[in-house]
């Protein structure tokens, strides 16, 4: 009985073979059509190639195929300000209508008056007052509520378009090409885990449990009914930045990825600690050098300053120094939006 | 040509059945192979099948299908102390050894004594110091060798057996039965992450990352060579008892599950939260109550009392009030473990 089975799948495949001479059970179609060809596109293939087949001294098993993306800049537009902290100051108002005592209370009042050029003088302070009034205080299913609300009316200043359509088509691209391919694909990012999982799953296939991110602690109660909830707390369990991410990758994953995508000095560690494993490796930087099609910042390789992203020489180095790969936005991406 | 498949499909189909009258494609087995028929078997069949038949108003899409599973006491066995505390007790003469300042420090020195009824006497805060020593210090990768050669030699006292050998074979079946239903079975456990991920995937077909415990930070630094690695650290991130349960649901998975399973006090809120979301619930409660073959301890309906694992009474009557099914080992489970 136990050979059955395959005796019959070959009798099958041969009447197939008879029925459909034609169809081509091995059609393909590039699965990064929106790369160029060039050494990003040549490695992310060859890496695929290596530790998915089973004869390569590199096979890597199914189950401990594992991918880290960070987000902002790397998976979606962060210039010029992350999309986390326009949420934050957007949600300004609700918090002051729900709490009229704040209005004349700094930071809240100058995020109250719009005056955009005393905003920008905020210290860091103030913006963990603004982080901090924003992001706890509510349940985690009334949070997820307003995260989506405002994702559906939000427009990004210089696109004009929702901050979820402003993904880059290359990178969801290898997302999909890793996750055919047996990878489990995650987020780590440092952004706020609990806003990237209300839309990860919609916008790049990502279930909310493959998301690792900056997260606070909750608080356990009951309502008025007996019924059970968690209320966001402001206090900080893992600053997912840094050498917070690759301790971020222990706590949610346990095991070390064998690819990691990243496009910041905030990314270094999580390329390091992925490079560290043996057998194959995948290290790869966004570079952001195309200020028509996006944005252009470094300060690596001449590339204007910036203070969101920073990709510093340093870092650019070290990428050479160790087989990482540089991706260069202008050169290397066809295409980089969905709806372009 | 998209119909195409299909058309060929059902050629196939037909060709098949030509080929093979008499195999049963639908050759099915007990799932629950060690389980008397009764209420707690016909609750586990009767979720699976509402939240798995797309027809069913229950239904719940496969990647939201989510079980949880509280480890000591619910999926192997716990008395008469946890084997992770066994566990820091042996590791003691190795860390003395390596620190020999500490021979003649409390609580090490009570320890290296032997004397179990002396030891029987440490306080939680010298259990602490214990914990401390021999769960961090070391790198993430030192400690899971520590953890996976001491598992390969240890012995159960009562039953002269591997630790890992103690697991329940009707749990076993049930995490079995829920995967291949598209359930995704994580452990929520009041261990430790790090030590149970060490053989979960080997005991329970459990992978690393949908192990969730109680877990401690780590600090990130370099080797002589310039490799990157992680340190155990002693301070808590996350206490997973308790309300810590649901908390490191929401930390780690981000999902309510749709189905919990306990046996004491620790998983109250667990199964609070899993029952507290809509559509079809399943919380189960394991009950000690069978001496003979493993240990009888609740006080829950009259059993013995116990230090480890609690089921007082009122758990007992919250589970009656709110529909939790409490699984009795001595009439529900026909045989306990796999070598039997």
Redesign the interface.
């Known amino acids: 009985m136990t050979t ?2 395959k005796t ?1 799948l070959a ?2 495949l041969a ?2 073979a008879i ?2 001479p034609n ?1 081509d059970l091995n059609a393909q179609t590039d699965p990064l059509a929106s790369w160029n060809d060039g050494s990003a596109k040549k490695a992310i293939i060859e890496f695929v190639q290596v530790t998915t087949d089973r004869a390569s001294p590199k096979f890597v098993a199914p ?1 401990a195929r594992i991918a880290t993306f960070d987000q902002d800049g790397t998976l979606w537009v962060e210039q010029p300000v992350y999309t986390q902290v326009v949420y934050c100051l957007e949600r300004v108002p609700a918090v002051v209508k729900a709490k009229p005592e704040l209005r004349n209370v700094e930071p809240f009042r100058t995020v109250m008056s719009g005056d955009r050029e005393a905003m920008a003088k905020l210290s860091m302070k103030d913006l963990e007052k603004i982080l901090a009034a924003t992001l706890s205080g509510m349940s ?1 299913e009334q949070f997820a509520t307003e995260v989506k609300d405002w994702l559906a009316t939000a427009r990004h200043s210089r696109f004009k378009r929702p901050y979820t359509d402003l993904v880059y088509q290359p990178m969801l691209e290898v997302m999909q090409y890793l996750r055919a391919n047996g990878y ?1 694909t995650y987020i780590v990012t440092g952004g706020g ?2 806003f990237v ?1 209300v839309y990860s ?1 919609q916008v790049y296939g990502v ?3 493959h ?1 690792v991110g900056t ?1 606070g ?2 608080r ?1 109660g009951y309502d008025k009914t007996g ?4 209320t966001k707390e402001p206090h900080l ?2 600053n997912d930045d840094n ?1 917070g991410k ?2 971020g990758i ?6 070390r990825p064998n690819a990691a995508f990243g496009n910041s000095r905030g990314d270094r ?1 999580m390329l ?2 992925t490079g ?1 494993g043996e057998g194959a490796r995948l290290m790869m930087l966004v570079l952001h050098d195309d200020a028509t099609r996006e944005y252009a910042y470094g300060p690596a390789q001449g590339l204007p300053s910036t203070k969101i992203g920073v990709f510093p020489q340093t870092l650019y180095d070290e990428a050479r120094k160790n087989g990482w790969i540089v991706i260069s936005i202008k050169n290397d991406w066809k295409r980089i939006f969905p709806f372009e």
């Open positions: 059955r089975p019959l009798a099958v009447v197939a029925l459909a169809l189950e985690v489990k885990q609990d999982r799953e279930p909310p449990e998301v997260v602690g909750t356990w019924r059970p909830f968690l369990l893992l050498a690759p301790q222990h706590l949610m994953i346990g095991r560690e390091e600690y560290a």
